[in-house]
């Protein structure tokens, strides 16, 4: 994201901060780059301006750039996993294991936070405590107070502990591992146990199981390690926006107080667009693995796609939501059972109305995930065609979004030139002559002269 001066082309807008409040050194820290995904849309012009604007009340300058600071980071823009006082709260950690479950489409999810991270069942003797499960309970989970104390010779403790993942591929033979009953964890034979933290602390362990030998691919092991650290650092980030508003209003709060705050925010949230950013790519991977496609191609219909968005001309902001949405375009597939893509007999009407359906449910995944909820449209309607008859609702020209239709289009040359197992890849200069002879029909006409200009390049 760079703005053009007349001094110096190209220089983020970031920049403007050091240049025009030299005097405070410590304004450098907003040159940093605070990811484009999250940043382009979350940080406006009037922001950077406001946070540059030399104020001769220190203090109350740096309170403002606090509060603007704040106000990026909502639960509008993030997942809200933390500041629970009751119970009933933490239904929604439950919910969290139960997708995971689906997801990974393993037998049982547990999830275990840090005592000063469960408010509200903080009254165990235990350090780590379960705050939710996939598995089904007849009575109050919380009463029973499983969990672990940091010195415990178990594979949760020692995950916390020493920051690591530990996977045992065979329990049975494990004389280290100690089922929890309770959890049904003397039916376990794979267990993998990944630490949440990151780099301002360790909040909590998540636990995924099986009760066969089938371990996890290296595929959905990334993607749990990443969903880990994007809870850890949400957690993170919740909980200095929380001090830093009581900062903001506290009496006699020094200027070198709020500095520090504001560096420790702004590196917060810098580090939660990269790990947003690393959760969206490994997703993305993760689905391609499970649908049998070859390696990347979620990722060559997503350049290809940003490409587009380039040649047309679309600004930044548009072009990276194109290009996330692009990823996760099948992202319902990464919740239909694994044996439907290995199907070699003719899959049934149940298994088509599945496939069929995938983009519904990933829709719904992604609503839950707040930071995405700005791709959901692009992923809704990119099987719609330019005719009107495609799906879901038959929207028809340009009443369908650009960002599907620039989807549509480089989904669609990307698969013809990809290998399947029915079939070689096509040519490109044949992929092409397809797409351009059902341009008006299927395809934006526009859409297609843009990809017939980037190829011919």
């Known amino acids: 994201m760079t703005r053009e001066n007349k001094d110096n082309k190209n220089v983020s807008v970031f920049s403007r901060s050091e240049i025009s409040l030299e005097s405070d050194p410590l304004e450098e820290i907003f040159a940093l780059n605070l990811g484009d995904f999250l940043s382009e849309h979350l940080i406006s012009d009037e922001l950077v301006q406001k946070i540059s604007r030399t104020n001769v009340d220190k203090h ?102 020493n920051k690591k993942a530990i996977e045992v591929k065979d329990c049975c033979k494990d004389e280290n591992f100690k089922a929890i009953l309770l959890l049904s964890e003397d039916k376990v034979k794979y267990y993998l146990a990944v630490p949440m933290y990151n780099n301002m602390q360790k909040v909590g362990v998540i636990v995924v199981e099986n009760y066969t030998k089938k371990k996890l691919s290296s595929e959905f092991i990334e993607l749990i390690s990443v969903t880990a650290r994007l809870f850890a650092t949400s957690m993170s980030l919740e909980k200095l926006t929380e001090e830093t508003d009581k900062l903001i209003n506290q009496e006699g709060v020094t200027v070198s107080q709020l500095q520090n705050n504001r560096a420790e925010l702004t590196a917060l949230i810098g580090d ?22 070859k390696n990347n191609y979620s990722h060559d219909v997503a350049d290809l796609a940003k490409d587009i968005s380039s040649e047309i001309g679309l600004n930044e902001k548009t072009k990276d939501l194109i290009y996330y949405a692009a990823l996760l375009r099948n992202i319902g597939k990464i919740t239909l059972p694994e044996e439907l893509f290995n199907k070699k007999e003719k899959l049934s009407q149940e298994d088509w109305e599945k496939l069929q359906n995938h983009p519904n449910v990933g829709v719904s995944i992604l609503m839950s995930i707040n930071f995405l909820s700005e791709v959901v449209p692009y992923i809704t309607y990119h099987k719609e065609r330019w005719d009107g008859k ?25 698969a013809m030139t990809s290998k399947r197992s029915y079939r070689e890849a096509l040519s490109q200069e044949k992929a092409i002559e397809i797409i351009q002879s059902e341009a008006g029909s299927k395809w934006d006409p526009m859409v297609v002269e843009y990809l017939i200009k980037i190829k011919q390049k």
């Not at 495609?390 to 990307?414: C, F, M, N, T």
């Open 60 to 161: 109350e300058s740096l309170k403002k750039q606090l509060k603007e600071l704040i106000s990026i980071y909502s639960i509008d823009n993030t997942l809200k996993i933390l500041g629970f006082s009751s119970k009933e709260d933490y239904i929604i950690y439950n919910a969290i294991a139960k997708t995971i479950k689906q997801m990974l489409e393993i037998d049982a999810c547990h999830i275990f936070l840090s005592k000063e991270n469960a408010m509200g069942l903080n009254t165990t003797k235990n350090d780590l405590l379960l705050v939710g499960s996939s598995l089904k309970f007849n009575d109050d989970i919380y009463e029973a107070e499983i969990g672990y104390k940091l010195g415990d010779k178990s594979y949760v403790s020692e995950a916390f502990n």
């Open 390 to 414: 495609g799906e879901p609702e038959g929207l028809k020209g340009q009443s369908i979004p650009l960002g599907s239709r620039i989807i549509a289009v480089a989904d669609a040359y990307s």
């Open 272 to 293: 939660l667009s990269s790990e947003q950013q690393w959760f969206v790519e490994n997703l993305a991977k993760a689905v391609d693995a499970k649908s049998n496609f």
